[in-house]
């Protein structure tokens, strides 16, 4: 097989394959074989299908499949020889002529290839990348104190309602004289929380209230949100028109939701029993924690400050934008062009620092293996269940809930690309200035803040 490759401008090449007759005919002849072992026809016994039959019913098609293939192969073996870096996948050229297979080879195809533009990144000592330091004071502690102890609180009883109180009463439905609605909604238990009221007017009715109260007030104006509302009112969407008016609501419940006490009962909920057995551990075990989180969140901004730093020091890349585009449309059949126009920019974005990246990585030798994934994939369980305040689960739930991610592709691509950012950070932290700064948790935050705004 001839494969000739032109690149003019260095990102759009052209390959071209001229296929010859020795170059598959093998391949074809040994599939054909194979598919009269299995053949059955009416008249012959199974495998006994003569050969000229199985070419006439099967030959065309096998023709077809064994050169796709054999371009397939030729395709990548001459992109890995010849170190062409392809984006994406060969897309058919539109400079290909019409071929018919059923006519005697050569045959010519020709595909399009997008190459990545050449540029060459180095990092060293002389480079500087902003590093924060995040501070763990009293303050922050405080604070994380009481988001425990909120976290485990539970519902009391009250006789009077105050603010972030739960009330349940008797809900019936008036008529426009005030007066119970003959057929209209009647529940009990109905809940309501007037702190989350976005109407003031509403919500100031509710002010003050004592069991057995009995207020006037429009669910209408109070949920603003058909859903909420039909959910209020345990009614479809669709009759929501019809109960448009006041209705009477006679409390009979108030709950206020208190914090747990910080003492024994909280250390051994939040690290197990017999961990912590004092408040001064609970609070030096807090600030351990926190610093340990803060060392991977300092981490992840200096990787995010890396990424802007190289991007920049790289400068404006050029791309095949046009073929790009087909190769993001052939991989989005079902989203169409305004899909595309509308992700483009951000895709090409994220393909610089994928290169960018991929030169840092083989630059410094990183390699990934199976345990840095699965360790990755760890640390997501335990960010995950910490969340939820749940910060002493056991390794084996951990190991179980990391398998589970690890069976699942659409975990495993993020988990690598986790693993490799995390190991690329621990060698460039060592080989660039780091500009370390002292800041503070609410300091810190207004960094994304303000990259978002």
Avoid at 267 to 279: A, C, I, L, N
């Amino acid at each position: 097989m001839k494969v000739t490759f032109e690149n003019p401008d260095k990102v759009n090449g052209l390959m071209t394959l001229t296929v010859e007759e020795a170059d598959y005919q093998a391949n074809v002849e040994k599939a054909l074989k194979n598919y009269r072992k299995k053949a059955q026809m009416p008249g012959f016994r199974p495998g006994m299908v003569p050969m000229s039959l199985i070419k006439r019913q099967y030959g065309t098609a096998v023709k077809v499949e064994e050169i796709n293939k054999l371009l397939g192969q030729e395709i990548y073996k001459y992109v890995n020889d010849n170190k062409i870096q392809m984006l994406g996948e060969p897309m058919p050229s539109d400079k290909q002529e019409a071929v018919d297979v059923e006519g005697p080879a050569p045959y010519t195809f020709v595909f399009d290839i997008a190459v990545a533009p050449e540029f060459k990144i180095e990092l060293t000592d002389k480079d500087t990348v902003d590093f924060y330091d995040i501070t763990v004071d009293d303050a922050l502690i405080d604070r994380q104190v009481d988001m425990f102890a909120q976290r485990s609180g539970h519902y009391v009883k009250a006789e009077d309602y105050q603010e972030n109180d739960m009330l349940k009463g008797d809900l019936r439905e008036l008529d426009e004289n005030g007066s119970t609605k003959e057929g209209g909604i009647e529940l009990s238990e109905a809940t309501v929380m007037p702190t989350y009221v976005k109407d003031e007017e509403q919500k100031k009715l509710f002010d003050g209230c004592k069991l057995g109260d009995v207020i006037t007030f429009n669910p209408r104006k109070t949920y603003q949100s058909d859903a909420e509302l039909a959910s209020f009112l345990k009614v479809d969407k669709a009759e929501l028109g019809f109960h448009t008016g006041d209705f009477s609501y006679q409390v009979t419940e108030i709950s206020r939701y208190v914090k747990a006490e910080v003492n024994q009962e909280l250390f051994d909920q939040v690290y197990g029993e017999g961990t912590v057995k004092d408040e001064k551990e609970f609070r030096q075990k807090i600030g351990e924690g926190l610093k340990a989180q803060f060392a991977t969140d300092a981490d992840f901004r200096f990787i995010t400050d890396l990424r802007h730093y190289c991007e920049q020091k790289v400068g404006e890349l050029t791309f095949p934008e046009k073929l790009l585009k087909r190769v993001m449309k052939n991989n989005n059949k079902d989203k169409g062009e305004e899909y595309v126009d509308r992700n483009f920019d951000a895709s090409i974005k994220e393909l610089k620092w994928h290169l960018i990246k991929e030169q840092l990585v083989e630059a410094n030798g990183i390699k990934i293996e199976d345990a840095d994934v699965k360790n990755a994939a760890k640390e997501a369980a335990r960010a995950q269940f910490a969340q939820y305040g749940m910060n002493n689960i056991p390794d084996e739930y951990l190991e179980n809930y990391a398998q589970d991610m690890l069976k699942k592709k659409e975990y495993v691509d993020g988990l690598v690309d986790r693993s490799i950012d995390r190991k690329l950070t621990e060698v460039l932290k060592n080989i660039v200035t780091l500009n370390k700064k002292t800041v503070t948790l609410d300091e810190f935050n207004k960094l994304f803040e303000a990259e978002e705004a």
